[in-house]
C-alpha cells in the first residue's frame, strides 16, 4: 500500500515540477521584459491607461526592428562604433566578447560550423560530450598546449557551469550532433534525447 501512494506521489512530482518550473520561469521573464520596457512607456502614458503586456509588446517590436535595421548601412556604421568603444573597456571588453562567441554558437548562418565543435571526449569516467571553443591558442601562455591542442568546455548537467580544458585534437571524436541538441542533452542529463526518441516512435 505504502509503495503504491509513493508512486503516485513520484508521479503527480513528475507531472508537476516540469510544468511549473518551466511556467515560473516564463513568468519570471515576461515580467522582467514587462519591468524595463513597461518604464519607459509610463514616463509618455497616464498610469491609469497603462495595460499589462504593453512592456512586453514594446520589447518584442523594438527587437524586430533592430533586427531590420541592423543590415542599414547607417546602423552597420553605429553598430561597429559601439561595438568599437565597447571592446576598449577594460572587463566590458571580455565580458562582451564572450557573450558574442556564446551566441554564435546558435547562428543558423554558422550551422554547418555548429556541428563541427561538437565533440565526445573520452574521460576516466567515460565518453563525454564537449564543444570545441577555440581552435587555435595563439595569444595563450605555452603551458596550454601547442598547434595540436584545442580548447574544449566540458558542461554540467542540470546546472550552470563546466570544465574549460586544452586536449590534443587526435583525442576528440567529433559526432553529427547540433550545438543545440547537444546543449539540450547534457543539460537534461539525457532527458531531453530521450523524450524526442519516444515522440518519434
Not at 36 to 45: S, T, V
Not at 119 to 132: A, D, P, R, W
Request: include cysteine; charged fraction near 15%.
Amino acid at each position: 500500500m505504502l509503495k503504491a501512494v509513493n508512486r503516485i506521489f513520484l508521479n503527480g512530482i513528475k507531472a508537476f515540477l516540469p510544468a511549473a518550473i518551466t511556467l515560473s520561469l516564463c513568468v519570471w521573464l515576461f515580467n522582467n521584459i514587462e519591468d524595463f520596457f513597461g518604464h519607459f512607456i509610463k514616463l509618455f502614458l497616464p498610469p491609469e491607461s497603462y495595460l499589462s503586456g504593453m512592456g512586453v509588446i514594446l520589447g518584442i517590436v523594438i527587437i524586430f526592428l533592430l533586427g531590420l535595421m541592423i543590415n542599414a548601412f547607417i546602423i552597420k556604421q553605429l553598430y561597429a562604433l559601439l561595438e568599437k568603444i565597447l571592446k576598449r573597456i577594460p572587463l566590458v571588453k571580455t565580458l562582451y566578447n564572450a557573450l558574442l562567441d556564446m551566441f554564435s554558437l546558435f547562428d543558423a548562418k554558422q550551422s554547418g560550423a555548429s556541428k563541427q565543435k561538437v565533440v565526445v571526449v573520452n574521460t576516466s569516467l567515460g565518453k563525454q560530450l564537449g564543444f570545441i571553443t577555440r581552435e587555435k591558442l595563439e595569444g595563450l601562455p605555452n603551458a596550454f598546449g601547442d598547434i595540436s591542442h584545442v580548447l574544449v568546455f566540458l558542461p554540467f548537467s542540470y546546472q550552470l557551469g563546466g570544465f574549460m580544458v586544452s586536449m590534443p585534437r587526435d583525442q576528440l571524436e567529433p559526432i553529427d550532433m547540433t550545438v543545440d541538441e547537444a546543449l539540450a542533452l547534457v543539460a537534461s542529463a539525457g532527458v531531453i534525447g530521450k523524450r524526442s526518441a519516444e515522440n518519434k516512435n
